[in-house]
Protein backbone atom coordinates (compact mmCIF):
# COMPACT_ATOMS: atom_id res chain seq x y z
CA UNK A 1 0.00 0.00 0.00
CA UNK A 2 1.32 3.68 -0.18
CA UNK A 3 1.76 5.50 1.83
CA UNK A 4 4.17 2.99 2.86
CA UNK A 5 6.74 3.98 5.68
CA UNK A 6 9.45 1.25 4.71
CA UNK A 7 9.72 3.58 1.23
CA UNK A 8 11.17 6.23 3.75
CA UNK A 9 13.76 4.00 5.00
CA UNK A 10 14.73 2.74 1.50
CA UNK A 11 14.85 5.74 -0.15
CA UNK A 12 18.31 6.55 1.08
CA UNK A 13 18.27 10.73 1.91
CA UNK A 14 15.61 11.25 -1.15
CA UNK A 15 12.57 11.18 1.01
CA UNK A 16 11.39 14.51 -0.66
CA UNK A 17 10.73 12.59 -4.17
CA UNK A 18 8.19 10.09 -2.25
CA UNK A 19 6.68 13.14 -0.63
CA UNK A 20 5.93 14.89 -3.76
CA UNK A 21 4.48 11.41 -5.18
CA UNK A 22 0.84 10.81 -5.64
CA UNK A 23 -1.53 7.87 -6.67
CA UNK A 24 -3.97 7.36 -9.67
CA UNK A 25 -6.49 5.20 -9.71
CA UNK A 26 -5.13 4.61 -13.27
CA UNK A 27 -2.63 5.02 -16.00
CA UNK A 28 -4.67 8.07 -17.41
CA UNK A 29 -5.14 9.62 -14.67
CA UNK A 30 -1.50 9.57 -14.03
CA UNK A 31 -0.36 10.79 -17.06
CA UNK A 32 -3.25 13.31 -17.92
CA UNK A 33 -1.93 16.43 -17.68
CA UNK A 34 1.89 15.16 -19.40
CA UNK A 35 2.45 16.44 -23.09
CA UNK A 36 5.18 13.89 -23.73
CA UNK A 37 4.97 9.91 -22.03
CA UNK A 38 8.61 7.60 -22.07
CA UNK A 39 7.73 3.87 -21.89
CA UNK A 40 10.46 1.93 -21.27
CA UNK A 41 10.11 -1.73 -22.26
CA UNK A 42 12.97 -4.03 -23.34
CA UNK A 43 10.49 -6.36 -25.90
CA UNK A 44 10.03 -4.83 -29.14
CA UNK A 45 6.33 -3.64 -29.65
CA UNK A 46 5.61 -3.63 -33.30
CA UNK A 47 4.52 0.06 -32.30
CA UNK A 48 4.90 3.08 -34.60
CA UNK A 49 6.66 5.03 -32.01
CA UNK A 50 10.40 6.83 -31.67
CA UNK A 51 12.25 4.38 -30.08
CA UNK A 52 15.37 6.14 -27.74
CA UNK A 53 17.99 5.41 -25.72
CA UNK A 54 17.83 6.36 -22.17
CA UNK A 55 20.47 8.75 -22.71
CA UNK A 56 18.80 10.35 -26.03
CA UNK A 57 14.98 10.59 -24.37
CA UNK A 58 16.85 11.91 -21.56
CA UNK A 59 18.39 14.82 -23.60
CA UNK A 60 15.17 14.78 -25.21
CA UNK A 61 13.36 14.93 -22.22
CA UNK A 62 15.45 18.12 -20.93
CA UNK A 63 14.60 19.80 -24.27
CA UNK A 64 11.11 19.64 -23.75
CA UNK A 65 10.82 20.73 -20.31
CA UNK A 66 12.88 23.50 -21.26
CA UNK A 67 10.17 24.58 -23.36
CA UNK A 68 7.42 24.13 -20.80
CA UNK A 69 5.95 20.85 -21.72
CA UNK A 70 5.42 18.46 -18.85
CA UNK A 71 6.96 14.96 -19.14
CA UNK A 72 6.88 11.71 -17.59
CA UNK A 73 8.50 8.39 -18.11
CA UNK A 74 6.39 4.78 -17.34
CA UNK A 75 8.19 1.96 -15.50
CA UNK A 76 6.17 -1.24 -15.56
CA UNK A 77 5.99 -3.70 -12.70
CA UNK A 78 8.75 -5.99 -11.60
CA UNK A 79 7.33 -9.53 -12.95
CA UNK A 80 6.23 -8.51 -16.30
CA UNK A 81 6.72 -5.08 -17.05
CA UNK A 82 4.38 -2.55 -19.12
CA UNK A 83 1.66 -4.37 -21.44
CA UNK A 84 1.26 -3.17 -24.73
CA UNK A 85 -1.98 -0.80 -23.53
CA UNK A 86 0.40 1.22 -21.64
CA UNK A 87 3.01 1.56 -23.92
CA UNK A 88 0.62 2.59 -26.61
CA UNK A 89 -0.56 5.54 -24.10
CA UNK A 90 3.15 7.28 -24.47
CA UNK A 91 4.70 9.28 -26.90
CA UNK A 92 8.31 7.81 -27.34
CA UNK A 93 9.45 3.89 -26.26
CA UNK A 94 12.97 3.94 -24.17
CA UNK A 95 15.03 0.93 -24.65
CA UNK A 96 18.31 -0.13 -23.65
CA UNK A 97 20.36 -2.30 -25.86
CA UNK A 98 21.34 -5.29 -24.80
CA UNK A 99 22.10 -9.00 -25.47
CA UNK A 100 18.53 -9.92 -27.23
CA UNK A 101 18.75 -13.33 -25.50
CA UNK A 102 18.78 -11.41 -22.05
CA UNK A 103 16.92 -8.45 -23.13
CA UNK A 104 14.87 -7.80 -19.55
CA UNK A 105 16.41 -5.39 -17.28
CA UNK A 106 14.36 -5.40 -13.61
CA UNK A 107 12.78 -2.62 -12.21
CA UNK A 108 15.99 -0.94 -10.62
CA UNK A 109 18.15 -1.89 -13.15
CA UNK A 110 15.68 0.38 -15.48
CA UNK A 111 14.80 3.19 -13.39
CA UNK A 112 18.60 3.64 -12.49
CA UNK A 113 19.50 3.73 -16.32
CA UNK A 114 17.23 6.41 -16.72
CA UNK A 115 17.75 8.57 -13.51
CA UNK A 116 21.30 8.55 -14.19
CA UNK A 117 20.99 9.62 -17.83
CA UNK A 118 18.55 12.28 -16.72
CA UNK A 119 21.01 13.86 -14.05
CA UNK A 120 23.74 13.65 -17.05
CA UNK A 121 21.52 15.45 -19.18
CA UNK A 122 20.38 17.95 -17.04
CA UNK A 123 24.33 18.71 -16.11
CA UNK A 124 24.36 17.22 -12.24
CA UNK A 125 27.72 18.13 -11.07
CA UNK A 126 29.81 14.41 -10.69
CA UNK A 127 31.99 14.51 -7.49
CA UNK A 128 35.40 13.88 -7.86
CA UNK A 129 37.30 12.29 -5.16
CA UNK A 130 39.54 15.28 -3.31
CA UNK A 131 43.40 14.80 -1.63
CA UNK A 132 42.74 11.18 -0.86
CA UNK A 133 45.22 9.69 1.52
CA UNK A 134 47.66 6.73 0.22
CA UNK A 135 45.66 3.69 1.03
CA UNK A 136 47.93 1.40 3.09
CA UNK A 137 49.75 -1.09 1.79
CA UNK A 138 49.19 -5.05 2.55
CA UNK A 139 51.90 -4.88 4.87
CA UNK A 140 50.53 -2.16 6.85
CA UNK A 141 46.60 -4.14 6.92
CA UNK A 142 48.42 -7.35 7.77
CA UNK A 143 49.90 -5.46 11.13
CA UNK A 144 46.54 -3.65 12.01
CA UNK A 145 44.51 -6.72 11.47
CA UNK A 146 47.51 -8.75 14.18
CA UNK A 147 47.21 -5.88 16.65
CA UNK A 148 43.20 -6.26 16.11
CA UNK A 149 43.28 -10.09 16.83
CA UNK A 150 45.97 -9.35 19.77
CA UNK A 151 43.59 -6.84 21.53
CA UNK A 152 40.48 -9.01 21.07
CA UNK A 153 41.99 -11.73 22.57
CA UNK A 154 43.30 -9.80 25.58
CA UNK A 155 39.77 -8.64 26.07
CA UNK A 156 37.93 -12.33 25.89
CA UNK A 157 36.26 -11.81 22.51
CA UNK A 158 37.19 -15.12 21.37
CA UNK A 159 35.49 -17.43 23.38
CA UNK A 160 34.82 -20.45 24.15
CA UNK A 161 38.51 -22.27 23.36
CA UNK A 162 37.12 -24.14 21.45
CA UNK A 163 35.52 -22.20 18.58
CA UNK A 164 38.88 -20.19 18.39
CA UNK A 165 39.75 -20.19 14.79
CA UNK A 166 43.55 -21.99 14.62
Known amino acids: GWPNPAAVAMASGAARVLDGARVDADLAGA???LTHVYATTARPRDL????MTPEAAM???GARIARGERV???FGPERAGLENADVI???TVITVPVN???ASLNLAQCVLLVGYEWGRAIGLPVKEPQDQP???TREEVTRLAEALAQRLEAAGFFWPDGKRQS
Open 134 to 136: MPA
Open 100 to 102: PGF
Open 31 to 33: IGD
Open 48 to 51: TKPV
Open 72 to 74: GVL
Open 59 to 61: ADA
Open 89 to 91: QAN
